[in-house]
C-alpha cells in the first residue's frame, strides 16, 4: 500500500506537559484520516479522525491537524495524563475502498 | 455504540491444527470488515478484506488457501488459519466498516500461539 511516515516512534512527555505526534502520507487520493490509540494486549481504538474538507477538528484534550497540501497530519494532546500512556497510530485511506494505511506507530509515555 | 467482539481472545494449539476466529459487530451491521495482523511491537498489516456475500480480497503474499475468510453475514466473519505452523502465531485484529462510512472499528484481538 501506499506509505504513512509516523514520528516520533517513542515519546516520553510528564504529565501536564503536550504530546505531538506528525504523519506523512504519499497517496493523494487519501481524504480520510483516522488516529487510533492502542493499550497493550488490546485492539486499536478510535480517539479522532478528520477528513480532507477540513483542516482542523477538537474534542476535549486532542486535536488533529491537517495540511493536504503538504501531505502530513498531525496529533495534539494536550494536559496529558498518564492514562494516555499507549501506542497511538495515525493511518490515511487508500485509493482502492476503504481500506487504511497506518504508520508504525508512536509509543507515548507520559510519566507522573 | 459501533462495538465488535472476537472469539476467543487467546488461543494455544499445536502445530498442525486448524483455528477459526469470530469477529462481530454486535451493534451494527457491517457489509465490510477487515482482518489484520499484528506482530509485537509493529504496526498493523492488511491480511484481507471481507465483503458479506462475496470472495473476501487478500493483500499480496497473503496465502488465501492458509487464511480462509467467511463473511457469512452483516454482522459476522470468521477467520480460519489452516494447518497452523509456529510463524504464524501472532496477535489477529479484525475490524468492520459502518455501512456508508469510512471509519473502521475494531475488536479486541485473538492472541494465536502455536506450538
Known amino acids: 500500500g501506499e506509505n504513512v511516515e509516523q514520528h516520533p516512534s517513542t515519546l516520553s512527555v510528564q504529565e501536564g506537559d503536550s504530546a505531538v505526534i506528525k504523519c506523512t502520507y504519499s497517496?493523494?487520493?487519501?481524504?480520510?484520516f483516522p488516529w487510533y490509540k492502542q493499550e497493550l494486549g488490546k485492539g486499536p481504538q478510535l480517539i479522532i479522525d478528520?477528513?480532507?474538507?477540513?483542516g482542523e477538528k477538537k474534542d476535549q484534550r486532542i486535536a488533529v491537524t491537517l495540511n493536504k497540501t503538504a501531505k502530513h497530519f498531525s496529533l495534539h494532546i494536550t494536559e496529558t495524563q498518564p492514562e494516555d500512556s499507549a501506542v497511538y497510530f495515525c493511518?490515511?485511506?487508500?485509493?482502492?475502498?476503504?481500506?487504511?494505511?497506518f504508520g508504525k506507530g508512536t509509543s507515548l509515555l507520559v510519566t507522573p | 455504540g459501533a462495538v465488535v467482539s472476537q472469539h476467543p481472545s487467546r488461543v494455544i494449539c499445536k502445530s498442525g491444527t486448524s483455528v477459526k476466529i469470530e469477529c462481530r459487530s454486535l451493534?451494527?451491521?457491517?457489509?465490510?470488515m477487515f482482518w489484520y495482523r499484528q506482530f509485537p511491537k509493529q504496526s498493523l498489516m492488511l491480511m484481507a478484506t471481507?465483503?458479506?456475500?462475496?470472495?473476501?480480497?487478500?493483500e499480496q503474499g497473503v496465502e488465501k488457501d492458509k487464511f480462509l475468510i467467511n463473511h457469512a453475514s452483516l454482522t459476522l466473519s470468521t477467520l480460519t488459519v489452516a494447518s497452523a505452523h509456529p510463524e504464524d502465531s501472532s496477535f489477529y485484529i479484525c475490524?468492520?466498516?459502518?455501512?456508508?462510512?469510512?471509519?473502521?472499528?475494531f475488536g479486541p484481538g485473538t492472541r494465536l500461539l502455536v506450538l
Open positions: 475490524s468492520a466498516l459502518l455501512a456508508g462510512q469510512e471509519t473502521q472499528y
Open positions: 497517496d493523494s487520493a487519501s481524504n480520510y
Open positions: 478528520i477528513r480532507s474538507n477540513v
Open positions: 493511518a490515511a485511506s487508500s485509493s482502492s475502498g476503504y481500506a487504511l494505511n
Open positions: 451493534d451494527f451491521q457491517a457489509t465490510t
Open positions: 471481507s465483503n458479506e456475500g462475496s470472495k473476501a480480497t487478500y
